[in-house]
């Protein structure tokens, strides 16, 4: 298995200096980006490339300080324009023939939401929180039937669905769905869509290709996307709390 982790972002929503990474935030004493990949090692999960862009000097001497081997980082020169681009640039990972798993940077987590992730039988899988907050801002997993029939922050209103989730911003790809999602970036850069968020070109995968995406339902599981400093503060004093032994 091959973990691509997009780290390539500003986080200009968090206010940070502009020294600072939004992978490299510490809580805890320890960087998002750490925990990121000490959470791999412990699934065995040894290959890693990590998209780095925005301070990419600091992502890369981070990552050199955890001391994990088979990690490596490709630069994403064009990170303001769109994460579509950081997909672009990790292509020799996403076809490079194994499993891979897609992983934002940003997220802090409970190590045994990863696990599910890693060790589910669905090939091909996100991981879904049905206790999300309302609004725009989540990315909404729908679901019908058990399939998924929508994949956005806003969903397509003419699509019904039984049930709907947060995705974690986690993704499991068999070898041929991770190659489809090359394909399908390498089209989003060619008909000027490169803009765009990475989402976008996932939901393409999941909806109009054929490889049969499921879903492991994680709600319960303690976990945040941090993209303002109110996330920050709930991670740090809400979240953290409940994942430290």
Not at 93 to 116: E, F
Not at 122 to 130: A, E, G
Not at 203 to 226: C, K, M, S, V
């Amino acid at each position: 298995m091959h973990a691509i982790i997009l780290a390539a972002g500003v986080g200009s929503r968090l206010d940070l200096p502009e020294s600072q990474p939004k992978a490299l935030l510490e809580i805890g004493g320890q960087s998002l980006m750490a925990r990121q990949l000490e959470n791999l090692s412990q699934l065995n999960v040894r290959r890693v490339t990590v998209c780095v862009g925005h301070q990419a000097d600091h992502l890369t001497t981070e990552i050199q300080r955890t001391g994990h081997p088979e990690v490596q980082c490709v630069i994403n020169t064009q990170y303001r324009l769109g994460s579509v681009r950081s997909l672009w640039a990790v292509r020799a990972a996403l076809t490079s023939g194994a499993d891979i798993l897609v992983l934002d940077a940003d997220v802090l987590y409970c190590p045994s939401l990863l696990a599910r992730l890693v060790n589910s039988p669905i090939q091909n899988c996100l991981l879904l929180d049905r206790d999300y907050p309302p609004g725009d801002e989540p990315v909404k997993i729908c679901v019908r039937q058990n399939a998924i029939v929508e994949f956005r922050k806003r969903p397509d209103p003419a699509i019904a669905f039984d049930f709907a989730g947060e995705s974690v911003g986690f993704f499991k790809f068999a070898p041929a769905a991770a190659a489809a999602l090359a394909r399908l970036t390498e089209r989003y850069i060619d008909t000027g869509r490169s803009s765009e968020p990475h989402e976008e070109a996932i939901r393409d995968l999941l909806l109009t290709e054929n490889h049969a995406p499921g879903f492991e339902d994680i709600t319960g599981t303690p976990w945040i996307e941090i993209d303002f400093p109110a996330d920050l503060r709930r991670a740090r004093e809400e979240i953290l709390p409940r994942i430290t032994p």
